[in-house]
């Protein structure tokens, strides 16, 4: 029977007991095997002499290792917590839900000097906490900006003091059978793992379980494991051609990675102003890709495909066709990059946008504009309407008595009769801190929630909110 494809994300914490004894005992061999196994292992007969090596490279410091040290400081390692409930019978209490604490794992891979960090969807699904691990050893809380699960991908966010490193970003559309590439992740917690395999398959379409189905992996030879999810796959030359999901159960050296194509696109729909936070530049992307040579490095740019109608772009000289060379100071070469140039901007903003076109550079001017899905009706009064509060933010200093880890909330001045927040028993004076997966510090961050393309499937909506000093959750409904 053909066992399921696994991702490589959480894991129960009981499992490091299982590994530690593992690594102690050696695996198959009982305490006492294992000692007669190691007291009678032999030396060699006599030592090795180096003129026994004199035809043996002494070169240790590889094209790898040079790559390795160059890209390690853009991937971070995930630490994540979420409560499981399950039903146990009590004799005098009949039967209780008991909660259970499950530590998970998994990687991630810098796509923003500011913080912004893409991982798979599964390693963030359904947490509580969320903190990342820095190569220098530094642990920084995150939260969830952006979700898409049917990539199995997921924008996440830590707030740095100084730019982190990121990678560079090559094609999964010229990959090599047999080609070498590297693995590196947070392997069953061990920070920063190492690992390397080859090309095995070019595009394999494979089934997790009757729900989750993935097309166009990546298949390696790469040893990974439980915590590699959402880390990075790069090629020789040190670009990243792919983003380690899944392996296949009961086999070896059988990984799946999804190609950093699909990734770029993606992740710059989740790092979109549009999607973000309601507002649109106009420009809709196009992503090229080409190589000069097999062995030169990738050529990446980023064109207009087109504009949309009545936006901002559509009517300060954009042509479809040009290539975006600039946004803001952010020099660009993927979709990703465009969106970067817009990222942390307010309604109004204007943005410089350097085009070539033909021979010709021109610089041009963006404003950023409310999306027109929702100019017709008050952010505020949509809010109400489908959820039967009225809203106010406030600040970090409101709520990081209860938590410092909290960046601030909205607090309510208003509970209609009868309405959705009624029937979920929030009250005049809660602070509501979040939704779902995500933070509520601002509208927007409502809005988000509240309008997100996949609300059916988690509709009412979980709402974490403070009352008395507490933290305390209730379901939302959230009307059409």
């Known amino acids: 029977m053909t066992q399921p494809a696994l991702p490589v994300g959480r894991y129960p914490a009981s499992l490091f007991a299982n590994i530690a004894q593992k690594l102690v005992l050696g695996v198959g061999l009982t305490a006492g095997a294992a000692a007669g196994y190691f007291a009678t292992a032999q030396l060699p007969a006599s030592p090795t002499r180096a003129a026994d090596l004199s035809n043996v490279s002494s070169k240790r410091r590889d094209g790898l290792v040079d790559i390795v040290e160059k890209v390690k400081a853009a991937v971070v390692n995930i630490h994540s917590e979420r409560t499981l409930t399950h039903n146990v019978d009590d004799p005098l209490r009949g039967s209780l839900i008991q909660p259970q604490r499950v530590k998970g794992m998994g990687t991630g891979i810098v796509l923003d000097p500011r913080g912004y960090i893409v991982t798979n969807f599964h390693v963030i699904d359904e947490i509580q906490s969320l903190r990342v691990g820095l190569v220098d050893g530094r642990q920084l809380s995150a939260r ?8 199995d991908l997921a924008l996440i966010k ?7 490193p990121t990678v560079p970003l090559g094609t999964a559309t010229d990959l090599l059978d047999a080609e070498q590439v590297i693995a590196i992740g947070n392997a069953f917690g061990y920070e920063h793992t190492v690992s390397i ?3 095995a398959f070019k595009s394999r379409d494979v089934s997790l379980n009757k729900e989750i189905s993935y097309q166009g992996l990546i298949q390696t030879t790469a040893p990974i494991n439980p915590g590699n999810s959402g880390g990075p796959l790069f090629n020789k030359k040190g670009e990243l051609v792919g983003v380690n999901v ?22 710059a729909d989740m790092l979109s102003s549009r999607k973000r936070a309601g507002l649109r530049h106009g420009l809709i992307l196009k992503d090229k890709v080409d190589r000069l040579t097999e062995e030169s490095p990738v050529r990446r740019v980023v064109a207009i495909d087109r504009l949309e109608a009545n936006s901002s772009a559509a009517s300060s000289g954009f042509l479809a066709g040009d290539v975006i060379e600039r946004v803001g100071d952010i020099e660009t070469r993927t979709s990703i990059d465009v969106e970067r140039g817009f990222l942390e901007r307010v309604a109004g903003s204007k943005v ?7 021979a010709e550079t021109i610089e041009l001017h963006v404003v950023l504009q ?3 899905t929702r100019a017709s009706v008050v952010p505020g009064d949509a809010i109400s309407r489908r959820t039967g509060l009225k ?9 990081s008595k209860v938590d410092a880890q909290l960046r601030g909330g909205m607090s309510i001045v208003e509970v209609g009769v009868g309405t959705q927040a009624a029937k979920a028993g929030l009250q005049k004076g ?5 939704f779902h997966q995500w933070e509520a510090v601002n509208i927007d961050n409502v809005l988000f929630a509240i309008n997100h393309k996949d609300l059916a499937t988690f509709n009412p909506i979980k709402t974490f909110f403070l009352r008395d000093g507490k933290v305390r959750e209730t379901q939302l409904g959230i009307a059409e």
């Open 197 to 199: 395999g080859n090309i």
């Open 370 to 372: 409310s999306d027109e």
């Open 430 to 434: 809660d602070v509501i801190i979040g």
């Open 158 to 164: 830590i707030d740095v003091t100084s730019p982190l």
């Open 391 to 399: 809203m106010l933010p406030v600040g970090r200093e409101i709520v």
């Open 246 to 267: 899944a392996i296949r159960a009961g086999a070896q050296n059988i990984a799946f990675a999804i190609p950093v194509d699909t990734m770029i696109e993606r992740a």
């Open 352 to 358: 410089s946008v350097t085009v070539r076109r033909a």
């Open 144 to 151: 969830i900006l952006a979700t898409d699960k049917k990539a």
